[in-house]
Structures are given as structure tokens and as C-alpha cells.
């Protein structure tokens, strides 16, 4: 499977991506609206909406919401999740396949999604559908390493059954990557970014089914990761059966030339 095809793995585990993949923090999303100049009536653009997790922290505030996702299963989820906004749109395609609207979007944003894009296409398009002087953002959560016992008995499993996998963490959601992807293009002022430290506490059951919506672990042969779930499953539970894990959510954002 090449990394085209692994971007679309997610929809295969929809209900379990809604369920388990964390939010963002609301001062992100204070700080995004300010950081654009939103205001009721303003157009967005989002890039892979996912089941509509970042979506829905900016629905019902009067903005005018185009959420694209290209996968069917994820895109109802969305569409279940903001269909109290009467403004939100969502529509199941690729943002490479859609066919752009110039120069409308005072935000184009991607969360989680954006390293996903064509890198000959994200940073074009996203700049003919902004406004001049519009807003690109780009924002994840990335988990820290954790309790030395624990994550030391995790990365054993890993070690015994994917060792590729033994590296927690989403290493394109670092600013240093988000800022390199905004500034590969002339159309855009320089990047800047904030983080957002915060935590999360989770049962073995329910870090096993986060693992599920990670696409290196679904690409897995389903032997192979039913084994390595069952030790990472058996490994929290020995430490008492919860597992805390601090992250840092990464906005990067640049203003459109």
C-alpha cells in the first residue's frame, strides 16, 4: 500500500475515529478566529474534515463552513455533526479533485490532514482559494512520551511485534514540519505558530481502539496487529489499567501575498 492509498484507510474505522481521536483545545480555536479576523459571515474552507472534529468547534458562530472529506463513511459523521448549522457544507472529495473557488476563503484550514495533500497542490490551491491577505492554517495534537514504566513495557511490544511502529508519536505534527510545508511557497507571508500543552487519560480499552485509527497500525496484517493491541492492551493494564499521556496541539498559520 503507498502512501496515497494509506490516507484513505481511515474511513475503514470511521466510527472508531469519531469516538477515540481527541478534540483541540478551545483556545486554539479563540485564537484561530482572532488570528483570521472571522466574523459572522466570513467563508472557511476546510481540508479533510475527518468525521468533523475541528469543524464542529467552529460551527454555530455565524461563519460560512465548506468541509471536504473524501472519505463516505467520515463525511456522513461530519454531516451528522453539523447538521444543527444550517452554514455547513460538506462535500465528499479530495481537496486535489475539487474544483477550487477563487479567492473566496477568508480561512482555509487542515487539521491532521494537511501532510496528506499532493505537496504540488496544497500550497497552490489553498492560496487561489483565499482572499488575498486570507488566512492558511494547519494544526495537530502530538502525544509526548509518557511514564517511563509503562511506555517502557509499550515499546516492548513494539519491539517484539512492529518494530517500525516502536516511536509514539505523529512526527508530522511538529511546528518545525508545519512551518516547512507553509514556507515551501512564495504565495505566502512567513509562518508563525503557537502551542497548546493539555492531557488526556485513557483506559486500555480505549488507548487500544485510538491505536486502531492510526494508519501505520491499520495497515498492519490483521494477525500481526491483533497481537501487538492484545500486548499494549496487557501492558497497561499491569500499570493499573489507565494510561495518561500528555500532548501538545500545533497551530501553524501564514497570511496569503
Same mark, same amino acid.
Given at each position: ?125 489553498? &492560496?487561489?482559494?483565499?482572499?488575498? +491577505? *486570507?488566512? !492558511? #492554517? /494547519?494544526?495537530?495534537?502530538?502525544? =509526548?512520551?509518557? $511514564? ?85 492492551? &496487557?501492558?497497561?493494564?499491569?500499570? +493499573? *489499567?489507565? !494510561? #495518561? /499521556?500528555?500532548?501538545?496541539?500545533? =497551530?501553524?498559520? $501564514?497570511?496569503?501575498?
Amino acid at each position: 500500500m503507498n502512501e496515497r492509498q494509506q490516507r484513505f484507510v481511515f474511513d475503514d474505522v470511521a466510527e472508531l475515529y469519531a469516538r477515540r481521536r481527541p478534540s483541540y483545545p478551545s483556545q486554539l480555536v479563540d485564537d484561530l478566529i482572532a488570528i483570521a479576523g472571522l466574523r459572522a459571515g466570513s467563508r472557511l474552507l476546510e481540508i479533510g474534515c475527518g468525521p468533523g472534529t475541528a469543524s464542529a468547534l467552529l460551527a454555530g458562530r455565524g461563519f460560512e463552513l465548506l468541509c471536504l472529506e473524501p472519505g463516505p463513511r467520515l463525511a456522513d459523521l461530519a454531516r451528522r455533526r453539523l447538521q444543527d448549522d444550517p452554514h455547513a457544507v460538506v462535500v465528499t472529495t479530495t481537496f486535489e479533485e475539487w474544483s477550487v473557488e477563487a479567492e473566496v476563503f477568508d480561512l482555509v484550514y487542515a487539521a491532521q490532514s494537511f501532510h496528506w495533500i499532493d505537496a504540488s497542490v496544497r500550497l497552490v490551491k489553498s &492560496a487561489q482559494a483565499l482572499k488575498p +491577505g *486570507g488566512t !492558511l #492554517a /494547519i494544526f495537530g495534537n502530538r502525544p =509526548l512520551p509518557g $511514564a517511563a514504566e509503562v511506555d517502557a513495557d509499550i515499546q516492548k511490544a513494539y519491539a517484539k511485534h512492529a518494530p517500525p511502529l516502536a516511536t509514539r508519536g505523529d512526527l508530522s505534527n511538529t511546528r518545525e514540519n508545519f512551518a516547512a510545508m507553509l514556507e515551501q511557497s512564495p504565495l505566502f507571508q512567513p509562518a508563525q505558530w503557537r502551542e497548546y500543552p493539555w492531557y488526556i487519560e485513557y483506559t486500555a480499552e480505549a488507548y487500544v481502539e485510538l491505536l486502531q485509527t492510526h494508519s501505520d497500525h491499520q495497515m498492519l496484517p490483521v494477525a500481526q496487529r491483533t497481537q501487538l493491541l492484545e500486548a499494549i492492551g &496487557a501492558a497497561i493494564i499491569r500499570h +493499573g *489499567g489507565r !494510561l #495518561a /499521556i500528555d500532548h501538545v496541539t500545533v =497551530l501553524c498559520w $501564514a497570511q496569503r501575498k
